[in-house]
């Protein structure tokens, strides 16, 4: 899967997203990973790609919202171009840094499953774990 934007130049750039992995803890300090959107660009190069940009960004806290990540717009100003394209639904939910607020996207799962290979699935087992493990805790076994 290939996304196109327009650079600061009006160039246009030719994106490949992956899928990688944040480190981040729940409030109990349970380490688990996070979504993480690298955008390489398409080149002529022998590679064929070159790092970008990171799309999102994390503040090493666990989000509760599945396939969820905050957009470093901040660094990634064309991020809008990319929603744009359908990959992702904005939640209306913010986090503020500094002089900066961070949207949080909710990205579509045909289009993280298109990208995200192994990462993307260990992403699901651990997200999918950790609510049934919450499930388990939270029943005590009486009836009410």
Known sequence: MTLKIMNLFGEQVTLQPRVELYSV?????????GLAIVLD??????DGLEEYAFLTVSFGEFISIKNSAYIDTNNC????QLLSQGIAEPTG???TS???QYPLWIFKKDFLT????ENYQEYLRSFEGYFKARE????DGEDQ
């Open 25 to 33: 803890t729940d409030f109990m300090g349970r380490e688990l990973p």
């Open 41 to 46: 660009e398409v080149t002529g190069s022998p």
């Open 77 to 80: 100003p064309f991020a809008e």
């Open 93 to 95: 939910l913010y986090k």
């Open 98 to 100: 500094g002089f900066c």
């Open 114 to 117: 298109e990208i995200g290979g």
């Open 136 to 139: 388990g805790a939270c029943d």
